[in-house]
C-alpha cells in the first residue's frame, strides 16, 4: 500500500467511523433501581431484592431497599443482576482488522520494547467494544505483543472516549519467557539445537534483567544526591519498578518444563509474577501452588497441547490448577471474540472448576490479581456500578443479557452486528412481482 492508497484508505475509515456513531445509541448516567432482583454478589452469595445505582457506584443493595423516589426503575423480575466480567487478556482496541495493517498497533519493532504502553494505543471507537459489551464483558486486560519484552499491558473499562478516560487501574510488563516449545511443524531444528536456543534466549533476558537492576542502583543513587545522573535509556527506566519488584510482571508461559524454569527464574529474581497461558499448568499444579503465583489462563476453548492427551485437558486445566491450591482467573487471549468468555468459563465450570468457581474466575479472582477488587470484581455497597442484568446463567448461550452498566452509566446494547441482524433478518429485495 502506497501513501495516496493509505491516505485515501484512512479517509474512507474515517468516514464510515463517524456514519457509524452516528447511528449508535449513547450511554445514559444517572440514578437507577434495578428492582425484583436475583443479585450475585459473588462475594457475599446470593440477595434477593433491589440494587441501587448512583454517582457511577453501588449506593445500596438488599432485601430491605427501597427505589428512591428520584431513581429511575428498572424491574429486573425474573432476572440475575451479576458482575460485569472481566478477561484477563485480550487485544481489545489495539487490533482490528488483520489484512489491514493500520488497524493492528499490538507489537512493535524489535524485541526489547518495555517502555511500550499498551493504553496509548488503544483505539475506544473500534467496533469490537459494544460487540464484547453486550455479552457481558466489561473490563478487559489489553495486551502488546510480539517480542520478549513487548511493552505494558493495561486494564481497560470497555466504556470511555479516550485511552485514559478507559483506563481502570492496573498496569503489567509483558514478558515472553523463553520457550523449548515448537513455533509449529516447519520447525526443523534438532532437541540439541532447540535447548541450545532456549538457553542462549534465557541468557540474554538474564542479561538484560542484571542491566537493569545496575541502573536501578545508579538511579537510586542519582535520587539520593549521591551520584550523577543516569544516561537516558527509556527501556532500561521501564524496567525498573519491575527489577525492584514494584510492579507485576505478566509472564507468558505454557509448556511444563518451561513453568517449571519459570518458577525457578522469578524464585531467583524475586519478581511480583502473574504467570498467563499456563495451558500446561495442570501438569505442575502442585508446583505453581507452591510458589503461590497466580495464573491467567486459557482460551479454554482450545486443543491439548500435545498429541496423546485427552481431548478435554485445554477444558480441564484451571479446573485442575485451581484443586491444586492455585489462583485462578481466566482469559480468551482474543482480539475480536472476546464476547466468547462466558463461554470459555462454561466450559471450565463443566470440566471440573464448577460454576461458582468460575463465575469467580472471570469477576473477582481477576480484580485481585489485577489489585482493584476495592472497585470491581463483586457487588458491595461502594463499588464501583458495573454490573450485568442477564435472563439466566450466563455461561449459556441462550441466556440475554437486558442491562450493561459500567461504572454507572448506561450503556447501549445496539452495535454493529445487531444492526447487521436488523438490516438482513426481514430484508425486502426490492423487486416487484
Excluded at 72 to 83: H, L, M, S
Aim: charged share 20%; hydrophobic share 40%.
Amino acid at each position: 500500500m502506497n501513501n495516496i492508497q493509505r491516505i485515501l484508505w484512512l479517509l474512507v475509515l474515517a468516514g464510515s467511523l463517524l456514519s457509524l456513531q452516528a447511528q449508535e445509541s449513547k450511554a445514559v448516567q444517572g440514578t437507577f433501581a434495578l428492582t425484583n432482583a436475583r443479585i450475585e454478589t459473588v462475594s457475599q452469595g446470593v440477595v434477593n431484592g433491589t440494587l441501587v445505582i448512583r454517582n457511577g457506584k453501588i449506593e445500596a443493595l438488599g432485601a430491605n431497599v427501597k427505589a428512591p423516589a428520584d431513581a429511575k426503575v428498572i424491574d429486573c423480575t425474573g432476572k440475575t443482576i451479576y458482575p460485569g466480567f472481566i478477561d484477563g487478556g485480550t487485544q481489545v482496541g489495539l487490533y482490528e482488522v488483520g489484512s489491514i495493517e493500520v488497524t493492528i498497533d499490538d507489537a512493535e519493532v524489535g524485541d526489547f520494547t518495555p517502555h511500550m504502553q499498551a493504553l496509548t494505543a488503544v483505539n475506544p471507537n473500534s467496533v469490537v467494544i459494544p460487540v464484547t459489551r453486550v455479552n457481558g464483558v466489561t473490563t478487559v486486560l489489553t495486551m502488546p505483543s510480539g517480542n520478549v519484552l513487548p511493552g505494558s499491558a493495561a486494564l481497560i473499562s470497555l466504556h470511555g472516549y479516550t485511552p485514559e478516560q478507559m483506563y481502570a487501574g492496573f498496569k503489567g510488563l509483558v514478558l515472553e519467557f523463553p520457550t523449548t516449545a515448537r513455533p509449529g511443524r516447519f520447525d526443523t531444528r534438532s532437541e540439541e539445537d532447540l535447548k541450545k536456543d532456549t538457553e542462549k534466549r534465557l541468557k540474554k533476558l538474564n542479561d538484560i534483567w542484571d542491566e537493569a537492576r545496575q541502573y536501578a542502583k545508579i538511579d537510586s543513587a542519582f535520587r539520593a544526591g549521591g551520584g550523577e545522573a543516569p544516561a537516558y535509556y527509556p527501556e532500561m527506566a521501564a524496567l525498573v519498578p519491575a527489577v525492584l519488584g514494584q510492579a507485576t510482571v505478566l509472564i507468558e508461559v505454557n509448556v511444563s518444563s518451561d513453568i517449571e524454569a519459570a518458577i525457578k527464574w522469578v524464585e531467583e529474581h524475586k519478581v511480583k509474577a502473574v504467570f498467563t497461558g499456563v495451558s500446561e499448568g495442570w501438569r505442575v499444579a502442585d508446583k505453581l501452588a507452591k510458589a503461590r503465583i497466580p495464573v491467567i489462563t486459557g482460551p479454554v476453548l482450545g486443543l491439548p497441547t500435545r498429541e496423546y492427551d485427552r481431548y478435554d485437558k485445554a477444558y480441564a486445566n484451571a479446573g485442575l490448577m485451581l484443586k491444586a491450591g492455585v489462583k485462578v482467573a481466566l482469559r480468551t487471549n482474543e482480539a475480536r471474540n472476546v464476547r466468547n468468555l462466558p463461554f470459555h468459563a462454561g466450559f471450565a465450570a463443566a470440566y471440573g472448576m464448577g460454576q461458582e468457581a468460575a463465575l469467580r474466575a472471570i469477576t473477582l479472582t481477576p480484580a485481585e490479581i489485577f489489585g482493584v477488587a476495592d472497585r470491581m470484581g463483586s457487588l458491595e455497597v461502594g463499588k464501583d456500578a458495573t454490573l450485568i442484568v442477564a435472563s439466566g446463567d450466563p455461561f449459556e448461550p441462550k441466556t440475554q443479557i437486558s442491562e450493561v452498566f459500567i461504572r454507572g452509566w448506561k450503556m447501549p446494547l445496539d452495535n454493529r452486528q445487531t444492526r447487521l441482524n436488523d438490516e438482513f433478518l426481514q430484508r425486502d429485495p426490492g423487486v416487484k412481482k
